[in-house]
């Protein structure tokens, strides 16, 4: 099996991709996609619903594919040149699935809170995790596992009430077509000597064209075959909106999938930013997403064991809460499909945390300025119930200030109630003064504690407009 790997792997360029569909196929792209090309992105005014994407808070981010061996890193390993070509695609000869259980994946998602799931369908490599008909370079013709991949996954998802996403690529660094063109937005001159990204003589305007027409047609495949809930896309970044030709491809896409979500990285025609690996001190407008690594790597990597801990990863994620963004939290399951035990034990544990704080995490909205209270804060949908979290002991109480409501009840999510009382009311001056929850020690809980306040309608702040 291996031999006739590494024959097909030296051969990969030229022989994988089939390009009679592709030539039907410019002809569709050429018609189908009369978007303005060229000029700024236009304000998206056709979003979909996201409520389901908003309401979700935590998904995982899972990066599969021929680099899960362990050895390299995902599709970078060779284009920085650590990896020689044909030895970075020769990893599919190990590629094998074998112990792949979508179902295991999804109860693990769900186990850890996520209500989403994000699978790497296809990396810069090229790789295609399903079997697509526009080139043998996929799970099913070019590895062990010698199926698609994508699919069960899907299934898997959706029996456990998960929503689908599926990570893409636009750019192909397998692709004969893909390096025809300069970036019109301009390179650096060290990118544009490599050759994975750019042509290395005169460009190719025709092969580029062919390569769109590649890159839609996987993408068809995708949107009319698994109709994703949401689609991750990567790598806009070597060419411009227009030479992408975004703007009618974000019209396809809602054509062959009605009511997908789209992430950012379509240069500016998505539907919400995915800011990555830094947390955002200030949070992006709109709906926003954090994807980051469980530990530093994608992909797996045999010696990364740099883990993030349970108590830091409650942190990241209900700092992004408050702020009305997601965590999009990224594992790396080994080329057998198995999820490591220090990823899952990870994962576990996050879930005692998102199952205990359910109501604060899921479907609550941004809290309050920092004015108030001096941490991330959530509240519920109808702005009558607060939602403050703890992450250390504090020793005088919690303070928030500034509400004028009257406290209905104050308790811990999760836990019991709490006492409280104002501190410094100037109620001749219109003044709530600062409330003050006492809050033991013993009701802390080691990731974060959630104090609940419960008003007596929408919430009224001073300072505020009503
Ligand atoms: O180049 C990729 C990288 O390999 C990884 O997939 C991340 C995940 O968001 N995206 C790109 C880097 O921004």
Redesign the pocket.
């Known amino acids: 099996m291996v031999s006739i790997f590494k024959f097909v792997a030296s051969s990969l360029v030229k022989t994988v991709f089939s390009t009679a569909p592709v030539i039907a196929l410019v002809l569709f792209i050429s018609l189908g996609r009369s978007g303005a090309e060229g000029v700024k992105p236009p304000v998206i005014t056709d979003k979909p619903d996201m409520t389901w994407f908003t309401d979700a808070r935590l998904g995982i981010?899972i990066?599969w594919g021929i680099y899960s061996e362990g050895k390299g890193?995902?599709?970078?390993a060779f284009h920085g040149g650590d990896m020689p070509y044909d030895v970075y695609t020769n990893q599919a000869s190990t590629f094998t699935a074998a112990h792949y259980d979508p179902e295991q994946w999804a109860q693990l998602f769900k186990a850890a809170g996520a209500r989403y799931a994000v699978l790497?369908s296809k990396?810069?490599d090229g790789f295609a995790l399903w079997d697509t008909a526009q080139s043998r370079f996929n799970a099913k013709d070019f590895s062990p596992a010698g199926r698609d991949l994508v699919g069960p996954y899907c299934a898997a998802l959706r029996a456990n009430g998960l929503k689908v996403g599926l990570?893409f690529?636009h750019l192909d660094w397998s692709h004969p077509d893909y390096a025809s063109v300069l970036n019109e937005a301009g390179q650096s001159p060290s990118d544009r000597t490599n050759r994975f990204s750019y042509p290395q003589g005169p460009e190719n305007p025709a092969a580029w064209q062919r390569f769109l027409a590649f890159h839609d047609a996987q993408l068809k495949e995708i949107c009319e075959r698994f109709r994703p809930d949401l689609l991750w896309f990567?790598?806009d970044w070597e060419r411009s909106a227009a030479q992408w030709k975004m703007a009618g491809l974000r019209q396809l896409l809602k054509q062959w999938d009605p009511g997908v979500i789209l992430n950012s990285r379509m240069q500016g025609y998505g539907d919400y930013q995915?800011p990555?690996q830094a947390l955002p001190v200030i949070a992006p407008d709109g709906p926003w997403e954090l994807?980051m690594t469980i530990n530093d790597s994608?992909?797996y990597q045999q010696r990364d064991h740099n883990f993030k801990s349970v108590r830091q990863i409650v942190r990241l994620l209900t700092e992004c809460a408050s702020q009305g963004g997601n965590l999009l939290l990224?594992i790396g399951p080994r080329s057998d499909g198995t999820v490591t035990p220090e990823e899952t034990q990870v994962l576990l544990g996050l879930g005692r945390w998102t199952h205990k704080s359910a109501e604060a995490l899921y479907g609550t909205i941004a809290g309050i300025p920092k004015d108030y209270y001096y941490g991330p804060s959530l509240l519920s949908k109808d702005r009558s119930v607060l939602y403050l979290v703890c992450y250390d002991h504090p020793a005088d109480g919690v303070y928030v200030k500034g509400i004028r409501n009257i406290i209905k009840r104050v308790s811990v999510v999760g836990g019991g109630e709490l006492k409280s009382r104002r501190f410094m009311q100037a109620l001749w001056a219109n003044q709530p003064g600062i409330l003050i929850v006492d809050l033991p020690e013993a009701a802390m809980d080691p990731d974060a504690t959630i104090i609940k306040i419960e008003l007596d309608g929408p919430l009224s702040l001073v300072g505020q407009q009503e």
């Open positions: 981010f990066h890193s995902e599709s970078w790497t990396h810069h990570y690529s990567d790598g995915t990555e994807c994608w992909g990224d």
